[in-house]
């Protein structure tokens, strides 16, 4: 009937009025919330921008670009010398927001410079207004920002910064660049990545995998116990460079676009060059002879190295940083590992004193023990390491070279017996060495070789080269080598040519094995391998 139609539609009217009356009142909840998260937000339409020059008269807000528009008379103060002796003083300082936490009326920033970190603090009084505090709060993470405070002595140390003893009472907080969210955080980035099938979460903290860290490299490069992996290897490089250069040797700069492969095989990686073909290059080892034959008698050289090898591994990689010395000798190549012993034990101790606190920060992520060695450098022939090995009940063909596995086990079996971690072994068989290696006076299956072990893994490669033409002609020829390509190299061994050596050191690899980490990517600031050429 019409009357009953009708309750039916009153009731449905009642009915969307309540619905309506719900949805209002979420809506209005909805909307204050996103309100109260604008008003703690840095937005640059409604912060103050400052023009760079004007913070005197600001006390907060956003730099406009910095441009070089002009010069200031301020003077920043380094986190690192933030201390004790500063208390009660006005500083500037200059670094990066890595975490802020919002407390009522106040704000904790913990401010990050390279390696160091303080905490500043802000409070809402008389002169720092409500405003103030929540822009500060709303500032993103790893901003860079200045600031200008009273530094001031804290009672009880503060455990999350470097500069324990002190903070900063915050006066003016200028922010210079902005951060977008961060697809990973720094502060993640300061424990070390899950390994293969582990747990994401370490007492209740993210870990970061390596991938992501890679991807993402200018990132997980500011935390600081990467900052001090890259000292490191800068380091090693720099210690390579003095020690031989006290020794009188010259540092070149040798191609490497070549024309023929330098170390032959497959593992080289052929590029267009104009109308036709050239190689990047395997090693400098052709260029660093010659420059020997040439009467330089003494060379190195910190370069790039290609190899196209296909191995997804923690230890090798596509480029890396090579470090070669090549040096003449007067009666047996044992003067050249002698040079490569105190060459390495030069660096080793260098490290350890010059670096105390780089290596404090790198061991407290990634535990190791310092290198040990002994006073002589211990120097086993390649038979003696496949007598250990087999003692140890491994299966070894005494003509072939030793494997990874086998080259760590033997490491742990020298460790035990001689008690150190850094040997070399020699006389390594024909079959495993290149064309151009001194065959042994006394049995040419077995070559004037060497290799130099860090931690059970090869860090150096090296020999005696043939300084013979014709020799060096035979040889390659047994081994089914065509030397035409590199017919220049074969003849600057005609005219006369000091007995001479030298090795290949990898930089990455000295560096992951020293600090103890456990991929060689680690070790280098941008990686490439197989499956990598970016960033």
């Not at 080289?268 to 990047?280: E, P, Q, R, S």
């Not at 000798?329 to 060459?343: D, I, K, R």
Request: with cysteine.
């Amino acid at each position: 009937t019409q009357s009953t139609w009708g309750s039916k539609v009153l009731s449905q009217m009642a009915d969307e009025q309540k619905v309506s009356k719900k949805e209002l009142n979420k809506q209005k909840k909805k909307e204050a919330k996103q309100e109260a998260k604008a008003a703690t937000e840095v937005k640059q339409d409604e912060t103050p921008a400052v023009p760079v020059g004007d913070e005197t008269t600001i006390d907060y807000g956003l730099y406009n670009l910095v441009q070089s528009q002009r010069q200031t008379e301020r003077v920043f103060t380094n986190v690192a010398d933030l201390n004790t002796s500063l208390a009660g003083k006005t500083v500037w300082i200059r670094a990066r927001a890595q975490t802020i936490r919002g407390a009522g009326n106040g704000c904790f920033l913990l401010l990050r410079r390279n390696l160091y970190s303080v905490q500043a603090t802000i409070f809402k009084s008389d002169t720092i207004p409500k405003a103030f505090v929540k822009f500060a709060a709303g500032i993103s993470k790893e901003s860079v920002v200045d600031v200008f405070g009273t530094v001031v002595t804290v009672q009880e140390k503060i455990q999350s910064a470097t500069q324990q003893d002190v903070e900063i009472s915050v006066l003016k907080l200028l922010v210079v660049s902005a951060a977008q969210p961060c697809p990973i955080q720094v502060e993640d980035c300061l424990r070390p990545e899950p390994a293969k099938g582990q747990e994401t979460l370490v007492d209740g903290k993210p870990q970061v995998g390596l991938k992501a860290r890679l991807d993402h490299r200018y990132l997980d490069l500011r935390a600081p116990v990467n900052l001090c992996i890259f000292r490191l290897q800068s380091a090693v490089g720099n210690l390579f460079r003095e020690y031989l250069v006290q020794k009188g040797f010259t540092e070149i700069h040798s191609p490497k676009i070549l024309g023929t492969a330098s170390e032959g095989g497959a593992q080289v990686f052929k590029l267009g060059y104009f109308d036709g073909v050239a190689y990047l290059a395997q090693s400098p080892q052709f260029y660093k002879q010659m420059a020997v034959v040439s009467d330089l008698e003494r060379v190195f050289e910190i370069a790039p190295v290609f190899r196209a090898e296909n191995s997804d591994t923690p230890r090798h990689l596509t480029e890396f940083v090579g470090l070669d010395l090549e040096m003449l000798f007067q009666e047996h190549y044992y003067e050249v590992l002698a040079v490569m012993n105190e060459m390495f034990k030069y660096i080793f101790n260098n490290l350890e004193s010059r670096f105390a606190q780089e290596l404090k920060i790198i061991r407290e992520v990634y535990p190791s023990e310092p290198i040990q060695f002994g006073d002589r450098f211990l120097v086993l022939h390649f038979e003696e390491g496949v007598r250990m090995l087999q003692e140890a009940g491994e299966e070894i063909d005494g003509f072939k070279d030793i494997s990874t596995p086998h080259e760590k086990l033997l490491g742990q079996l020298v460790k035990k017996r001689f008690g150190t971690d850094f040997y070399a072994m020699d006389r390594y068989p024909r079959a495993a060495r290149p064309f151009y290696t001194m065959p042994a006076p006394d049995d040419p299956r077995y070559t004037n070789s060497y290799d130099v072990f860090l931690r059970g893994q090869e860090i150096a490669s090296g020999a005696q080269r043939i300084h013979d033409a014709e020799l060096l002609t035979k040889t390659a020829l047994d081994m089914g080598v065509d030397l035409s390509p590199v017919q220049p190299y074969v003849d600057s061994f005609k005219y006369g040519a000091f007995p001479h050596g030298g090795c290949g050191i990898g930089l990455e690899r000295v560096v992951m094995l020293y600090l103890g980490l456990h991929d060689i990517r680690k070790a280098s600031m941008f990686p490439r391998d197989p499956f990598r050429t970016t960033p």
